[in-house]
Every structure is written in structure tokens, then in C-alpha cells.
């Protein structure tokens, strides 16, 4: 099967810099859209990022002009570079993404484990 494993995630003070990576292994036959979300305490998860595999982007509002995503897919791996970290923007990050196992089965959507993002005053 097919799993996303993340890694990346710490402390840093505000205004600092962190990049998360997020390599997907297992059976695959290819990849589409690749997402970042993230998780606040006690706040619903939402959409930070999102590349399609075109390389199309689009980005939440509260990371714009911050944020970055982009993906390797010789590595079937994507990343997301953050800069100016803000302290509302701790949480838990996810990466997911569309993959195709067989030439026989649709495209489904996996998530990674989460890594926790935690950004100081």
C-alpha cells in the first residue's frame, strides 16, 4: 500500500524558516494533486497549499507571499518551504496526496502521519 511519511516539522522562534517534506512510497503508478493542510488546536482543519501535477499552485491567504509549495516527482516527494513563521502558525501539518496504484484502479487520496509545527513569540 501506499504511505506518506513527513518529516521536517519543529520549534522556531517567529520569523524563522522551517521546510517540510513529505515522501510518499509503497505501490505507485503515479501521482496527481499534492496538498498541504494543517490543524490548530481546537480549529478545523484547512487547506495551506496545493500543487497539481501540471505544477499549478494555489495557496491559503493567511500564507501567501510566505509559503511555498513544490514537489520532486522523481521522488514522488513534495515540499513546502516556510518563511516569516508566525505564531498562528502552529499546528499540526499533513501532506496528501492523489495516487494511482495499478493501471486497473482509480486514483484515491492518502494522508501522512502529521508533524507538528510550533512557532515561538
Known amino acids: 500500500q501506499v504511505q506518506l511519511v513527513e518529516s521536517g516539522g519543529g520549534l522556531v522562534q517567529a520569523g524563522g524558516s522551517l521546510r517540510l517534506s513529505c515522501a510518499a512510497t509503497?505501490?505507485?503508478?503515479?501521482?496527481?494533486?499534492m496538498d498541504w493542510y494543517r490543524q490548530a488546536p481546537g480549529k478545523q482543519r484547512e487547506l495551506v497549499a496545493f500543487?497539481?501535477?501540471?505544477?499549478?499552485?494555489n495557496y491559503a491567504d493567511s500564507v501567501k507571499g510566505r509559503f511555498s509549495i513544490s514537489r520532486d516527482n522523481a521522488k514522488n516527494t513534495v515540499f513546502l518551504q516556510m518563511n516569516s513563521l508566525k505564531p498562528e502558525d502552529t499546528a499540526v501539518y499533513y501532506c496528501?496526496?492523489?495516487?494511482?496504484?495499478?493501471?486497473?484502479?482509480?486514483?484515491?487520496?492518502?494522508w501522512g502521519q502529521g508533524t507538528q509545527v510550533t512557532v515561538s513569540s
Open positions: 496528501k496526496a492523489s495516487v494511482r496504484r495499478t493501471t486497473t484502479t482509480l486514483y484515491d487520496y492518502y
Open positions: 509503497g505501490s505507485i503508478l503515479s501521482i496527481a494533486n
Open positions: 500543487i497539481g501535477s501540471g505544477g499549478s499552485t
